[in-house]
């Protein structure tokens, strides 16, 4: 009776289906309005970008949300990518790093204006004022906005990003199946995006 040789074992076919898609390719069926692509790529990128924001601004709730504001301008500007300048990865990172930046100034300019004021200087210039006020509508119709979604949808959101949580995590807290999560996440963003004016 034959035998295969001494170690040598029988190598079964391949089960694996076909290769995930790269950032790059998810990246085109954003542009095109592919909502599940949009989440595929939130997943292989929320990571890098909430790490790039959370090592500039230290602070877990500035972090979650420039990771917003991030995710949020890669789904607006898909269709004005261009691969060219570089990596989907690349480009997301340094948007990242670039909102966290103008963040610490924000806040560092908030704090000058608070200090001011309690150094005895009651009459700020009108740019200052100009601009709290700006800020103030702005948090005002974010607000309004979160409330336009379902409860479902504004847990989901919330966790996700003002709590920096992932999607596994928010599937955990809110005990659903994950795949719910995700598509209560995908479909608030969307939400917020229409509610907020921002064009696709």
């Known amino acids: 009776m034959a035998s295969s ?25 954003v542009a095109q309005g592919d909502q599940q692509a949009f989440a595929q790529l939130y997943d292989l990128l929320s990571p890098a970008v909430h790490g790039t924001a959370r090592r500039v601004l230290r602070d877990p709730d500035h972090a979650a949300e420039v990771t917003q504001e991030v995710m949020l301008e890669v789904w607006r500007t898909a269709a004005r990518f261009d691969r060219d300048r570089g990596s989907v990865r690349t ?43 700006e800020d103030t509508m702005e948090h005002r119709r974010v607000r309004q906005c ?46 917020l995006r229409d509610c907020l004016g921002v064009a696709a």
């Not at 103008?102 to 608070?114: E, G, I, K, L």
Request: hydrophobic residues 35%; charged residues 25%; without cysteine.
């Open 91 to 133: 480009w997301a990172v340094t948007l990242a790093h670039r909102r966290a930046v103008d963040r610490v100034r924000s806040v560092q300019a908030q704090r000058d204006r608070d200090q001011r004021n309690l150094d005895g200087e009651h009459h700020a210039p009108f740019d200052v004022v100009a601009e709290e006020v």
């Open 5 to 29: 040789p001494r170690g040598t074992a029988a190598v079964p076919p391949s089960s694996d289906g076909p290769p995930a898609p790269t950032p790059e390719e998810l990246m085109t069926a």
């Open 146 to 191: 979160l409330a336009s979604l379902t409860a479902t949808q504004r847990d989901a959101v919330v966790l996700a990003y003002y709590g920096g949580r992932t999607y596994r995590e928010v599937s955990e807290e809110l005990a659903a199946p994950l795949p719910t999560v995700k598509s209560r996440i995908r479909d608030g963003l969307l939400r």
